[in-house]
């Protein structure tokens, strides 16, 4: 009897190099991430046309205030979610609100209480109360963006701009396949610098070793993503990749009645924000 072939075992996706190979369980609190991506970016897309052209401060703030409610009890409470509430937005917020602040003409705000004042430049508060809005409708703005940025991934986004807004798959599987080169390329490059330590290759510190490093790593990382390419190409010719109009999805991204009442409610708290402040003063 001839001995038989070993069976050869599939490897299931690791998170570390497929950062979209395990998907985040939804809990009743952390509901963000039981949601259609297309819910997320849909609701609270009015209240960020709005924002674009409300010139007051308390309309912003408001939906600030908003975004950070629903982010806060919604999302994972995370280093990133964390830095990004506690220190991104309000350090932003401030920065673009003072440089704003500075870039504002002074003639049209001269009528104001001085603020600061040196030599023959004056910094009115009119100056500031224009700048620090600006900045807060910016941020604003970016933490409505994060409602769907810290709980979606992109091959999900894509999957349901797929199925659900009718964008033809071989837009979406590009796109798909494009988010999976990302955290490939960041693999294959720690493994080339790895392979780099273990040969003592550009040892040493300063400027130009750190520049002969870098150059080091080119070469074997076009040459991983070429390879990389040609398996892609290769098996979405293998799946008769374009062949047919439709294809069948793997992985489905459903649109529930839970996605419409969180569309519904965003937009009834958007436009109870906006009947409190109005006016808002346009322009």
């Known amino acids: 009897m001839t001995e038989s072939a070993p069976l050869l075992a599939v490897q299931a996706p690791d998170a570390r190099f497929d950062p979209y190979a395990q998907r985040i369980e939804a809990s009743p609190v952390r509901f ?89 430049w004056t910094l009115y508060q009119g100056a500031l109360a224009i700048g620090f809005a600006t900045g807060l409708r910016l941020a604003a703005i970016v933490a409505l963006t994060l409602i769907a940025g810290l709980s979606t991934t992109g091959p999900d986004l894509v999957r349901a701009s797929v199925q659900h807004l009718r964008v033809p798959y071989r837009i979406g599987y590009t796109a798909l396949a494009a988010f999976r080169f990302v955290p490939r390329f960041g693999h294959e490059l720690d493994v080339i610098r790895q392979a780099h330590r273990v040969r003592g290759s550009h040892g040493g510190r300063g400027p130009f070793t750190a520049v002969a490093r870098w150059f080091g790593y080119v070469v074997p990382l076009m040459a991983g993503a070429i390879r990389h390419a040609e398996r892609v190409a290769l098996a979405m010719d293998s799946r008769a990749f374009g062949a047919y109009p439709d294809r069948t999805e793997r992985h489905l991204v459903p649109y529930r009645v839970r996605d419409t009442v969180f569309i519904v409610l965003f937009w009834a708290a958007s436009a109870a924000v906006l009947w409190l402040f109005f006016p808002w003063g346009l322009g």
């Open 32 to 120: 963000l991430y039981a949601l259609n991506p297309l819910a997320k970016l849909a609701a609270p897309l009015p209240a960020m046309i709005v924002l674009i052209f409300v010139r007051d401060a308390a309309t912003p703030a408001a939906f600030l205030l908003l975004a950070y409610a629903v982010l806060l009890v919604g999302a994972r409470f995370t280093r990133v979610l964390a830095g990004v509430l506690l220190l991104a937005l309000p350090l932003g917020a401030l920065a673009i609100g003072f440089g704003f602040s500075l870039w504002t003409d002074a003639s049209q705000v001269d009528d104001t209480p001085v603020f600061w004042q040196i030599g023959g």
